[in-house]
């Protein structure tokens, strides 16, 4: 069974940087489209944005132009490099593959205090 392992998470004040890595057990990263997401409490997962097998990289209006997905298929892991955080940025960040997820990891708290 696949595993999906997200990192990098932490605690940084508002304008802060974090990068977040993915990394599967198989090459589920470079033959899939990928997807960042991220969840609150009492909240539903969100989608983040998402990087295909081809490199293009699509991200929601709230992220765009701070945060960058990347690859890096020699090592099946996804990266999302997060700039400028602000506090709505809060949140457990998983990775999954767009079409057919796999099993969730168990995300990676990241908490941007203001």
């Known amino acids: 069974q696949v595993q999906l392992v997200e990192s990098g998470g932490g605690l940084v004040q508002t304008g802060g940087s974090l990068r977040l890595s993915c990394a599967a057990s198989?090459?589920?990263?470079?033959?899939?489209?990928m997807g960042w997401y991220r969840q609150t409490p009492g909240k539903k997962r969100e989608f983040v944005g998402r990087i295909s097998s081809s490199g293009f990289t699509y991200y929601i209006q709230s992220v765009r132009g701070r945060f960058t997905i990347s690859r890096d298929d020699a090592k099946n892991t996804v990266y999302l490099q997060m700039n400028s955080l602000k506090p709505e940025d809060t949140g457990v960040y998983y990775c999954n593959t767009l079409a057919n997820p796999v099993a969730w990891g168990q995300g990676t708290q990241v908490t941007v205090s203001s």
């Open positions: 198989t090459s589920i990263t470079s033959d899939n489209d």
